[in-house]
């Protein structure tokens, strides 16, 4: 049993739930951030991020920061593609525009290739894209939680490197580094971002990167100086390269006791990263088994779009949001509303990922499930359907 203080289960696409061990880890006293304990857990932490992403290049950089998933998205566009240089982004949702926006902010070129609400592009679409102009990155979202499109990032990566071998491929991969595969070196990825509070399982505040050793060199190849100050390469690789090798270094203060928070999960994940990875296709194969029981279907139709992290699930007509979602948290269960601008109206979104799916002793799924069928039927009589 958890000793967390009663309280309704958090099943939204992040933050989630956390073990008790993370929690707990929080609570550390006060210490030196240049002080050897504390330099000890976060360069183990940065080693640890090695093993997640499934790297061994000791070429490749992890880096740890203060800062939401966003932060990422600011590293990239300030300090990867310059003033006027192409970005392709590939839009599965919400977050496509977002990064796109970002991009445009430093002053890049944004081209986005959209896909119809739930679906993806095509890799024929993106192969032609491509072939226009010479684009100095791909944005991929992997997971976007505003419609729980899943895209297929090694096959995307394939094609960069075959048509584009020069682009950098970067990977948001926030709603989906703890719970989908992957594969860092394998699938030869130059950047992939994410953060900490969900499926790595730690609070809100850590923006977290692995950058290629393509990625660095583009880096120190800028005919301008970064965009940024906080955000720069500059002032980051040097420290978590030190951190890394046990010397304390400094540029800005880090989070002492997010950090630790940090270590305690990512020790806990990436003791066998294949078979947690299988969980939660597991876990998301049941949800998704359920949904159709009730009769409803899914934002991402086609089962190889859909994330393993949430499901986006399209509300009977006539429903919206504010009808079930009152009824989930009378039952102790918190789902999202929609997040799509041209849809958000009808449908919700169901998180399951970390500790929720991990832990035998939680019945965190069967519990959600239940309350969905319960306040699917209550919102059905409420309104005469």
Known sequence: MSSQAPHSTLLI???IEFDDAV?????????????????????????LLRKLFQTTNPASQPLIIAGSGTLGWDIVSSNLIEKGQDALVLHTGYFG??????????GAKATQLKAPIGDRPSLSEIEQALKQKSYKVITITHVDTSTGVLSDIKAVAELVRRVSPETLVVVDGVCSVGCEEIAFDEWDLDVVLTASQKAIGCPPGLSILMLSERAINRFKSR???PASYYASLNNWVPIMQNYEALKP???????TQLVHALHTTLTQI????????????????RVKAAVAELGLTQLAVKPENQAHAMTAIRLPE??????VLPGLTKRGVIFAAGLHKEIASKYIRFGHMGVSVTDPARNDIDKAIAALKE???????????
Do not use: W
């Open 223 to 225: 005919q301008s100086p």
């Open 249 to 255: 270094s400094y540029f800005a203060t880090p989070p």
């Open 23 to 47: 929690l707990q880890s929080m609570s550390h006293y006060a210490e030196s951030h240049v002080g050897p304990a504390f330099v000890k857990v976060f360069g183990e932490s940065l080693t």
């Open 375 to 385: 306040s699917i039927t209550e919102a059905k009589k409420a309104k005469g359907l």
């Open 270 to 285: 990436t003791g066998n990263v294949a078979e947690r990875f299988a969980v939660h296709t597991k876990v998301s194969d």
């Open 97 to 106: 525009d977002s990064f796109a926006s970002c991009l445009e902010t430093y």
């Open 13 to 15: 696409p992040g933050p």
């Open 318 to 323: 006539g429903i919206t949001p504010p009808d």
